[in-house]
């Protein structure tokens, strides 16, 4: 079974600090991997993503995470934050390959505080 | 492209009474989630459709819920007798089996609360 850990349910970081949001999956077969974004009361945002080739990948608003397969992390990061990157962040998992589903496993959330 | 859209997004009901959550995933999308997800914890899978098909349903999914797709368009989820362990959000998601990347677009969620 396909499983998430998201390590600190809570980060607080400076605005313009380094923002490191920490993801460890566990899966039978070689997983997609997402971080999804999510603002109060709305839905979810993909920010990025990874299914094959380069490990390190970038997505929207400067963020971007290094798959490493040996550590079994899908890391999020930003060099510099901003006020607006306060929100929740989820990782998640996904089955792959014909006649599996697509569905998500989701890690239990981690809420990034921006301070001033 | 307009997005995947949920109604209504916001419920309350009493206790017992039955309640229905629509969803319009994006036209060309021919798959569609459901999730689940309650206060601090990540979205949890509920049921799946591929087109019209429900081919995936979690144990979450207890007999008093029921999920259609009619003609692979836009999708409901009902519940019956509520209970107050169903308040959460519920949100939708579609994507586009493209064979390589099942990337998901969610929705806005549908917040029931139950009293």
């Known amino acids: 079974a396909q499983s998430v850990t998201q390590l600190g349910s809570h980060v607080s970081v400076s605005e313009g600090a380094l923002v490191l949001l920490r993801c460890n999956y566990s899966?039978?077969?070689?997983?997609?991997l997402f971080w999804y974004v999510q603002y109060p009361n709305q839905g979810l945002q993909l920010l990025l993503k990874?299914?094959?080739?380069?490990?390190l990948v970038k997505g929207i608003n400067g963020f971007e995470a290094e798959f490493k397969k040996s550590e079994t992390s899908f890391h999020l990061t930003k060099p510099s934050a901003h006020m607006s990157d306060a929100a929740e962040y989820f990782c998640a998992v996904s089955d792959k390959g014909s006649g599996n589903t697509g569905k998500l496993i989701f890690g239990q959330g981690t809420t990034l505080q921006v301070k001033p | 492209d307009t997005g995947v859209s949920q109604n209504p997004r916001h419920k309350i009901t009493k206790r017992g009474q039955n309640v229905t959550f629509r969803c319009d995933p994006i036209?060309?999308?021919?798959?569609l989630y459901w999730y689940r997800q309650t206060l601090g914890q990540g979205p949890e899978f509920l049921t799946y459709?591929?087109?019209?098909?429900?081919?995936?349903k979690s144990r979450l999914l207890s007999d008093r819920f029921s999920a259609e797709r009619p003609k692979g368009s836009f999708s409901t989820l009902e519940i019956q007798r509520t209970e107050q362990g169903d308040s959460a959000m519920y949100l939708c998601?579609?994507?586009?089996?493209?064979?390589?990347?099942?990337?998901?677009?969610f929705g806005p969620g549908t917040r029931l609360t139950v009293t």
């Open positions: 899966s039978s077969v070689p997983p997609y």
């Open positions: 990874y299914t094959t080739g380069a490990t």
């Open positions: 036209s060309e999308h021919n798959r």
């Open positions: 998601a579609s994507s586009f089996d493209s064979g390589y990347s099942y990337e998901q677009y």
């Open positions: 459709f591929q087109n019209e098909a429900q081919l995936e």
